[in-house]
């Protein structure tokens, strides 16, 4: 189908990109400068921003608690933008409604941006946030059972290299991963994937600023042949966490989503996929305030609790 109406608007609104060097300052405070106020944000039980203290530094971690209850299930939660962009207070509002909606106490983490932190600083302060969270489940009120990853675009890529970190590891904490339009494959050859080319632009993403966006990332050398660059290129994705991953029909990345839930399943892993038809990339951060993309959130919770969700 065609782009979602209201989206139609908004899009049409952003002026095309002019081949202007990017600058990460500016477009931060821009971002910034969108974000609402705490009075007019969706209220939960708590909100608490946190310092957690791993291996690989002192994280900050914003915790949403849902409702008053004697355990949770946690869900660390990693937000989108390209490596370079996003907070926890620019997608303050997509970790509140995961809290809302699963139930779960959600860690959102503040890892460390590029250009400043290039690979692999945001996913080792990911990961390393993940452990403190089991390791302090008491603390948190775990009820042991659940402990979901989760993220949207360059988040669904830091969520899904976490899994393959732990099992690795030897660890086997994890029980669900949630990829949100993930960007799984930082080849951007736009000739491996049709998505790249069908949505080439003016859908909000597009593909000629892939490969820019995502240079702060790679600035240091990183290979996007290297599987925890690039969570797609893993060749044995069998033993990994059940898996909901969630695409756009008018997002480049569609493609390397979908093909990824498809190897997961012919790796024996379960797997849920959902492309949102009329939704571009960013869906979930920009949209949720449409019913039909608000409805992704209440997805995850029944996936998260296997409960069919009101």
């Given amino acids: 189908m065609t782009i979602h109406p209201e989206i139609a608007k908004i899009l049409a609104t952003i002026p095309a990109p002019d081949g202007s060097p990017l600058d990460p300052a500016a ?3 821009g971002e910034a400068a969108q974000v609402p106020p705490p009075a007019d944000r969706l209220p939960l039980h708590a909100v608490e921003d946190r310092t957690a203290a791993t291996p690989s530094g002192d994280v900050p971690v914003r ?11 946690l869900l660390v939660y990693m937000h989108g933008g390209a490596f370079f962009l996003g907070s926890l207070d620019t997608h ?9 909606e699963t139930g779960f106490k959600v860690i959102s983490v503040g890892y460390r941006l590029a250009p400043e932190a290039a690979f692999p ?3 080792r302060d990911s990961y390393a946030v993940l452990r403190w969270a089991a390791d302090n489940g008491a603390e948190l009120g775990w009820d042991g059972r659940s402990l979901a ?3 949207d675009s360059s988040g669904g890529n830091f969520a899904a290299a976490l899994t393959a970190m732990a099992k690795d590891d030897g660890w086997q904490g994890i029980t669900h991963q949630v990829l949100f339009y993930p960007s799984l494959d ?4 736009v000739d491996r994937y049709a998505s790249m080319r069908e949505n080439a632009e003016g859908y909000g993403l597009e593909t000629a600023g892939l490969a820019p966006f995502n240079a702060f990332y790679l600035e240091n050398g990183a290979d996007p042949a290297d599987p925890l660059v690039s969570p797609i290129k893993r060749g044995d994705l069998s033993g990994l966490p059940p898996a909901l991953i969630i695409t756009a029909e008018h997002d480049p990345l569609r493609d390397e989503g979908e093909l990824y839930a498809k190897r997961l399943a ?11 038809a009329g939704a571009n990339h960013g869906f979930v951060a920009n949209f949720s305030w ?3 993309f608000y409805a992704a959130f209440r997805e995850t919770a029944q996936f998260l609790t296997g409960n069919e969700q009101p």
């Fill in 27 to 29: 477009m931060r405070a």
């Fill in 63 to 73: 915790i949403y608690t849902p409702v008053d209850s004697d355990s949770y299930g």
């Fill in 92 to 100: 303050d509002h997509v970790a509140r409604s995961l809290a809302k």
């Fill in 121 to 123: 600083a945001g996913l």
């Fill in 149 to 151: 990853v989760a993220g």
């Fill in 186 to 189: 930082l080849d951007f050859d």
């Fill in 266 to 276: 012919e790796a024996g892993v379960p797997v849920q996929l959902h492309r949102y």
């Fill in 290 to 292: 449409l019913p039909e």
